[in-house]
């Protein structure tokens, strides 16, 4: 499962530099040439895939001569991709859509992509009726189609499949950020963990070949980027349909050996499909980087079995002390539900003491929100709003002090950061570490934007470093 929010930890007091993306080319057809047909506006929601899928819609709509645009009142296009994760995202929805009809201009289209889409597909017209298209991921290789026949007056247009793999070769991705690049190898997702509708919404497992991953790799190399980020829903469970059979280990060390790339990341790991040979890649090659993404969702085997996780707690604090256990240090963050039906106090509590057994050094924690076509819907003892709120409290507030002791720890310490962000504020920079933490940092140099630099950490607190560039 892929997180919706990027990052270990929040900036303080920084603005993210503005990331103006140029276009990046990633398949084998160059642009399509066409007259300028209009204009587009794409807000996006949810996850790293949603975020790269709208890069690859954008990347598309722009080669057919379509202009982006940062309001919706100027778009001629409208198009919201959307996330159906927990209730909450999925309920925005309709009231965005109700939005966008209030601001509706003469001959605007209003266009849903995603998980919404997938999982409400046709019945997105009757709720919506001021809706043209419903498409969801799976479906993205067609949208020029979709396209023409929306040029043509169509006003019901939709792309439902969820098995087709053509999201992986689309013509061309806009991607937003200048130096860290996603790319997808894996799609959709066959774990059919009891709470969530991503096997519903991205559909089965479809594992991209090899040498397409690697043939993008060295484009984005050859355009600048020295980072990528490995995206799938369970990125390990990678399986190479082509001869080479690559497993997900060998592919982490032929893309790290791709030339111009510098750092090699993926996310996210699935506790059951994380094997020794993916540690051993991490020892052995310094560009594939020491931060693992490992959601556990409890830490009581009783909810893991009702939630279908497919491993023990036992199981999986194994394969945490196979981490712990590597040469070098590996940082892990995590994911945990909260409020999960049947959920007793002493099975949170097991959550809070795995917790204190791990020490990640960052976490993403919800309360369980019921999703329609999971096995969870159907069982008793839903926890209370309430209960469900003040777990997640409990929850936090103790992570919270883990990850104070955790970075009061990395004081003194310096770490190689590729600078990403530039304050307001004269000589103040940010930037990630290998690991993925975030460092707020002072440095009297003008140009760092995408640079890498060593920065020694000289404070901490439980969400954020900061530090100064060493010279
Ligand atoms: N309710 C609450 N959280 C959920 N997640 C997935 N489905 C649900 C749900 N129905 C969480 C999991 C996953 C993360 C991306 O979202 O923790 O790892
Ligand atoms: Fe992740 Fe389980 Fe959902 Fe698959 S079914 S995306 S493994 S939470």
Redesign the pocket.
Known sequence: ?INCELGMSKPFDIELERLIGQPSYSGAVGVVDVARRGTFFLETFGCQMNDHDSEKVAGLLLSRGYQQVESPEAASLILYNTCSIREKAAQKVFSRLGEYRTKQGDGQVIGVLGCVAQQEGEDIFKRAPWVSLVCGSASYGKLPEMLAQLEAGNHRVTGLDTDTDETFETEVARRDNPWRAYLTIIEG?D???SY?V??YTRGPERSRPSDSILREARQLAELGYSEVQLLG??VNSYRDPTLRKMRFSELLLAVSAVQGIRRVRFTTS?PSDFTPDIVSAIESESKICDHVHLPVQSGSTKVLRMMQRTYSRDEYVEKIAMMRGAKRPIGITTDIIVGFPGETESDFEETLSLLEEVRYDSLFSFKYSPRPNTPSLAMDDAIPEEEKSRRLAVLQEKQREIQSARNAELIGQAFEVLVSGKSRRENQWSGYTTSHRMINFASQDSALLGTYVQVRVTDAGPNNLAGTQEV
């Open positions: 499962m997702c774990k059919a963990c969530c991503v096997p829903q369970t699935h």
